[in-house]
């Protein structure tokens, strides 16, 4: 290798940039459904499997909760691995000078031309690869808040295609869940089954009507800031989302326990629902179809504190 020229630099940015795209994990995508809420002390655990959820379901992505401190000497170990690691640009470098690459073209000393120039060439692709692991960095931390519907986050209440499955009484179609929950120090009675299913409905009538006191009433301080920061991007876009015709088809009570002064029930639900998203100014559909239900398997998760009476707490896509 003689030369280097330096016009070829702006090649190797771009492929290095194209690298770093193709890499990054679209959090848009990961998160478009929603999970948000607080499970207590749960919350970042994953929820007991059940049969109408039997995948393993991930922690609760967007919580007020605060995360535990990782008090192992692994998880320590790993939190400082990047930083002992250092940045693309830097390995770069360090492989530039362990290989004697350096100290080489200096050899002749800086008056060779050709020498001095590839070390200028080389150095200036090691600062634009230290700058797209930078913006890579950056990207991963950013937190996501896209949605399916014009930028908004996505209706909790978004579900699957249709399929079969029979219509049954919530008496008929809330069971015990198939794996036994880690501590069930609480039962859950027909009434609070009659209050999930309810629950289920109102919140979803009352998010489509955008009527912030009904969510209010019915949900966790916490989950009414979500659902109101979704109604005002929804708003904000020329959007509204209209959810209608829930009907429940199947539940499981995955966990149900106590903490110190209030009782949480995490229920797996299959509930069909018709979801649309309309033009706020024509009422034009945008998004959905009118006709058809589609259906949704999700993790809801209840609060019951002192005042006696369940609350939405946290919704979770199975």
């Known amino acids: 290798m003689k030369s280097f020229k330096i016009g070829n630099l702006g090649a190797i940015a771009a492929g290095l940039a194209v690298a770093a795209m193709l890499v990054v994990p679209d959090d848009a995508d990961a998160r478009r459904r929603g999970s948000f809420g607080s499970r207590g002390a749960r919350t970042y655990d994953a929820p007991a499997t059940t049969t109408v959820a039997p995948?393993?379901?991930a922690p609760v992505?967007?919580?007020?909760?605060?995360?535990?401190?990782?008090?192992?000497?692994?998880?320590?170990?790993?939190?400082?691995?990047?930083?002992?690691?250092?940045?693309?640009?830097?390995?770069?470098?360090?492989?530039?000078?362990?290989?004697?690459?350096?100290?080489?073209?200096?050899g002749g000393g800086l008056g060779s031309l050709a020498g001095a120039g590839m070390l200028m060439a080389l150095l200036q692709v090691a600062l634009i690869g230290g700058l797209v692991w930078f913006l890579f960095r950056m990207f991963r931390r950013k937190p996501a808040l896209a949605g399916a519907h014009g930028g908004a986050m996505a209706s909790p209440f978004a579900g699957f295609q249709p399929q079969p499955a029979p219509q049954q009484p919530f008496s008929?179609?809330?069971?015990?869940?198939?794996?036994?929950?880690?501590?069930?120090?609480?039962?859950?009675?027909?009434a609070d089954r009659h209050d999930f299913e309810r629950l289920l409905?109102?919140?979803?009538?009352?998010?489509?009507?955008?009527?912030?006191?009904?969510?209010?009433?019915?949900?966790?301080?916490?989950?009414?800031s979500y659902f109101a920061e979704e109604l005002s991007q929804n708003a904000t876009a020329g959007r509204r989302n209209s959810v209608f015709g829930t009907a429940l088809i199947d539940a499981e009570v995955s966990e149900a326990w106590r903490e110190e002064d209030a009782d949480y029930a995490t229920i797996a639900m299959r509930y069909e629902s018709i979801d649309v998203m309309l033009d706020r100014?024509?009422?034009?559909?945008?998004?959905?179809?009118?006709?058809?239900?589609?259906?949704?398997v999700e993790l809801w998760t209840f609060k019951r504190g002192a005042e006696g009476q369940w609350r939405l707490s946290a919704i979770q896509e199975a």
């Open 55 to 57: 995948k393993s379901t």
């Open 61 to 106: 992505q967007r919580s007020m909760t605060e995360k535990p401190a990782a008090s192992s000497p692994a998880a320590q170990a790993g939190r400082a691995a990047p930083a002992r690691r250092g940045g693309m640009g830097r390995g770069l470098l360090g492989g530039l000078i362990a290989g004697g690459l350096i100290g080489a073209l200096l």
């Open 172 to 190: 008929q179609g809330f069971r015990s869940a198939a794996v036994a929950p880690r501590s069930a120090d609480i039962d859950i009675v027909d």
């Open 201 to 224: 409905i109102e919140v979803q009538d009352a998010f489509s009507k955008e009527d912030f006191a009904g969510l209010r009433a019915r949900t966790t301080p916490e989950v009414m």
């Open 281 to 296: 100014s024509s009422g034009a559909v945008v998004e959905g179809d009118p006709e058809r239900p589609s259906q949704a």
